[in-house]
């Protein structure tokens, strides 16, 4: 694990690492129970194929989001050698809120960045509508963020089938936990996983337990980023 932090990038961020080791029988509850301890904000996982189901938002990664007191994101892997190009499916909830922050952060952090946020119209119901508090941040973004954001609205009939041709663009599609895109809870442990068997792209699922809004707080992140990269500004 030492070597895994040495050569995390960049450099400068690997004293902010604090590797943890712990012997348990059942890891989704020494997860959740260090994650408390811990006072984290958010518990970011990989996902894991479990051995005796087919379901693949079963076992240790299911419990872990049904049962985790703290926000959670779980990260699917599909080997793409770069996270530039991002797309978050929209619907107002907190889940997507967590997303979103999420997906902002590596938008401002990283200047080659550009996110799609999508919402998509069905036949017969009314398209999302943004809610007041994005629509407020994404005005007072920074020219050089809110330049790399677009904002489509797409038709389908089905919104997990207009999610999966849309991640086929893109390098990581984020998604809250949510029954729109096929990710809700069905049982403890158990959450169904469409999205999961067709999304083309890495994929980051997001569920929010915490009621603190975080949206705001990107303010102050790409408010430090603009300031750093601004000619003349410095203390």
């Known amino acids: 694990m030492g070597e895994l932090v040495q050569a995390t990038e960049p450099s400068q961020i690997r004293r902010f690492v604090h590797p943890i080791v712990r012997i348990a029988a059942n890891v989704a509850d020494e997860v959740t129970r260090v994650a408390e ?30 049962t985790a007191r703290t926000d959670v994101a779980i990260f699917v892997d599909r080997q793409q050698q770069q996270l530039e190009n991002l797309l978050v499916p929209y619907i107002p909830n907190n889940h997507t809120d967590l997303g979103l922050e999420i997906a902002l952060r590596l938008l401002v952090n990283h200047a080659t960045c ?85 999304c083309h792209s890495s994929l980051l699922i997001t569920r929010k337990s915490q009621v603190t809004p975080h949206l705001t707080k990107i303010l102050t992140a790409a408010g430090s980023a603009s300031s750093a990269n601004t000619p003349g500004v410095g203390v």
Do not use: C
């Open 114 to 198: 550009k996110l799609m946020i999508m919402r998509i119209a069905q036949l017969d119901q009314a398209t999302s509508e943004l809610t007041h508090e994005f629509r407020m941040l994404f005005d007072r973004l920074p020219d050089t963020v809110r330049s790399r954001i677009e904002l489509p609205v797409v038709e389908g009939e089905s919104p997990i089938q207009a999610v999966v041709k849309a991640s086929g663009t893109v390098d990581l599609t984020i998604v809250g936990a949510s029954r729109e895109w096929g990710l809700e809870r069905q049982t403890l442990g158990r959450y169904t996983d469409a999205l999961v068997t067709q």
């Open 37 to 66: 301890v811990e006072q984290v904000d958010l518990i970011l996982t990989g996902w894991h194929r479990p051995a005796f189901r087919s379901n693949r938002l079963g076992g240790r990664v299911g419990q872990i989001l049904s």
